[in-house]
């Protein structure tokens, strides 16, 4: 297990090294909420460099999606830890008759009323092992329904990162000519 994860430590590491400093900071200030930019300010770039690395870039993409999924994933756990809470409010609010704004949270973390008016099921997903099983296969099927073509060579992989580093090279050259011309 250990060499697992070390294994995927040393693959992401791998990754990470196709990214400059700046491209990590900027990700960083990304995932915080920044503009392109701000976070352009920040890192000594051009706005249109930034906004380059997140359209054409797929190492500073896939980092920056990597972070986001982290951050997201505080942001629900959090969440969820206020569940309790809203539960004890709703018992507040039921004592004195208002129970409204603590319904609606309960509602936003996938607590519903049931049809009968009684407290419906958190969001947790299939109970029963033979209907996951099936919900798979289907969705299995449904894929392979639609897929016309196989899946994607390297060579066709390089061809599209090529053109992904082309539009890159563009964005800067773009830059550069509006830096000379003042704009």
């Known amino acids: 297990m250990r060499e697992v994860r070390s294994m995927a430590k040393a693959a992401n590491a791998n990754k990470r090294q196709h990214l400059s400093i700046e491209q990590l900071n900027a990700i960083d200030l990304l995932v915080m909420g920044k503009t392109d930019r701000e976070v352009a300010e920040a890192v000594g770039a051009h706005r249109c460099t930034v906004t380059s690395w997140r359209l054409y870039n797929p190492y500073f993409q896939a980092e920056l ?3 986001r999924k982290e951050v997201w994933g505080a942001a629900v756990d959090r969440f969820r830890s206020l569940t309790l809470k809203a539960l004890d409010t709703v018992e507040k609010a039921l004592e004195q008759g208002d129970a409204k704004t603590a319904v609606d949270i309960l509602k936003m973390a996938g607590l519903d009323m049931g049809k009968d008016g009684s407290l419906g099921t958190y969001m ?3 109970t029963e092992a033979e209907k996951i099983v099936e919900e ?3 969705r299995k099927r449904r894929e392979e329904m ?3 073509t196989p899946p994607p060579t390297d060579w066709e992989k390089q061809s599209v990162l090529r053109e992904l580093q082309e539009l890159e090279e563009l964005a800067r050259r773009l ?3 509006q830096a ?3 704009a």
Request: glycine share 12%.
């Open 175 to 177: 830059e550069a000519l």
């Open 136 to 138: 798979l296969a289907e």
């Open 65 to 67: 999606n990597r972070r």
């Open 180 to 182: 000379r011309s003042g």
């Open 146 to 148: 639609y897929r016309v």
């Open 124 to 126: 947790v997903g299939e």
